[in-house]
């Protein structure tokens, strides 16, 4: 019986050592997900009681707590400025020169090409100037040291020379 059995291991390893592993696989998914899952309930529950806490604070005041509580230094703060900053002018750069590109190609590129490099160089644009919006955002934050919406800040008069002027 021994023979048989040992027989049959090896005839049928090539079989069920791959399901054996897709099994275990996906109860490591299943762990994973539900890990990520109550970490992402944790950051929400985090964030929710963070609004709470400033919700009745003037703009400088929740900046004034959150720099106060994150216990950075000035020198930090200026880092930050300076990341922002550098960041948002290398997005501006990448959409002029992704615009650029753009027009080069429209001229060099058959029209079937054209169908797919077009509409996937107007995503890239697009998301260049919206991260450039986003640093500016951050940098008008720590320059003027308030804390406010996105939207508040794409209402205001300056929003296009902050974004796309150095």
């Known amino acids: 019986m021994g023979m048989f059995s040992s027989l049959f291991k090896v005839v049928s390893y090539p079989i069920a050592r791959p399901i054996k592993d897709i099994k275990s696989s996906g109860v490591n998914v299943k762990q994973a997900f539900k890990e ?13 009681a963070a609004a709470q806490y400033l919700q009745g604070m003037t703009p400088q005041e929740k900046f004034e707590e959150i720099y106060s509580l994150n216990e950075w230094t000035e020198q930090q703060l200026l880092l930050q400025f300076a ?4 960041t948002r002018r290398g997005m501006v750069a990448l959409t002029i020169v992704g615009a650029v ?5 429209m001229f060099t590129v058959s029209t079937w090409a054209l169908a797919i490099v077009g509409p996937v160089t107007v995503i890239f644009l697009a998301g260049c100037s919206a991260l450039a919006a986003r640093y500016a955002w951050w940098e008008a934050q720590i320059a003027e040291r308030g804390i406010y919406p996105f939207a ?4 205001r008069r300056d929003f296009f020379r902050r974004v796309f002027l150095p």
């Not at 990520?36 to 929710?48: G, N």
């Not at 990341?83 to 550098?86: G, Q």
């Not at 590109?101 to 190609?105: D, H, M, N, T």
Request: hydrophobic share 55%.
């Open 83 to 86: 990341a922002a900053r550098n």
């Open 101 to 105: 590109l753009l027009v080069g190609v």
């Open 152 to 155: 508040e800040f794409i209402g």
């Open 36 to 48: 990520a899952k109550a970490i992402q309930e944790a950051k929400k529950a985090d964030a929710k």
